[in-house]
């Protein structure tokens, strides 16, 4: 079952803006994970932040997490073309197993 | 260094048949998972290993099954397919279980007709 559910469904910008995704979920977890998916090809794993971090940066991109309102969000700045894709987190409890939600469909036109 | 690699690439089977996917991890990554993605029910956790051992299971029938072999490769069998078991499965392989992030390979895709 999903733990996670992304806000919003679909996201559809210019080249050069941001694009902020945000994630809620049910249960505490270890650590929440983001990941980005082409075409329905293989995920591709962006960043993981631990539960007692609130903040990590990868290159353009910035994820938060607040565990006190069980959610997340994760911010590509400057945009591509290139980062035209579907983005999911992934919750990580004592389970292990990954919970992802159903995602967020990023189109990013020139 | 090579990534995950998931034979075959796409199946066609017929209802009633079974099926065996594999999946190669990353050298040294001992934890493999298996997930089943379909556009109305998303990403579904199908079951881990780690070094040989099945960690987890999610929710679905004993008539999908998986096993890892000593050199951490993994292979997921469903047996008496049905038409609702058209999907892509996708194996991810990690270094641990649950604390780092996941490696997917490119999946493969399942036709059931």
């Known amino acids: 079952s999903q733990q996670g559910e992304e806000d919003p469904q679909a996201l559809s910008i210019q080249e050069g803006e941001n694009a902020t995704m945000n994630c809620s979920y049910k249960t505490s977890i270890n650590n929440l994970q983001w990941y980005r998916q082409n075409s329905g090809r293989g995920l591709v794993h962006l960043i993981l932040?631990?539960?007692?971090?609130r903040e990590k940066h990868s290159g353009r991109l910035r994820v938060t997490l607040d565990t006190s309102k069980k959610s997340s969000s994760l911010l590509i700045t400057a945009s591509r073309a290139a980062d035209t894709a579907s983005y999911f987190c992934?919750?990580?409890?004592?389970?292990?197993?990954?919970?992802f939600g159903k995602g967020t469909s990023l189109l990013v036109t020139p | 260094k090579a990534g995950v690699t998931q034979t075959p690439r796409y199946l066609i089977k017929t209802r009633g048949q079974q099926v065996t996917l594999s999946c190669s991890p990353i050298s040294g990554h001992r934890s493999v998972s298996w997930y089943q993605q379909t556009p109305g029910q998303g990403l579904q956790f199908l079951f881990e290993?780690?070094?040989?051992?099945?960690?987890n299971k999610g929710n679905f029938p004993g008539r999908f099954s998986g096993r890892q072999f000593s050199n951490s490769r993994s292979e997921m069998n469903v047996s008496t397919l049905e038409l609702g078991d058209s999907a892509l499965y996708l194996c991810?392989?990690?270094?641990?279980?649950?604390?780092?992030?996941?490696?997917f390979g490119s999946g493969t895709r399942l036709t059931v007709v």
């Open positions: 932040i631990r539960s007692n971090e």
């Open positions: 290993y780690f070094s040989e051992t099945q960690r």
């Open positions: 991810a392989s990690s270094l641990g279980l649950g604390t780092y992030g996941y490696t």
């Open positions: 992934a919750t990580s409890n004592s389970g292990y197993a990954l919970n």
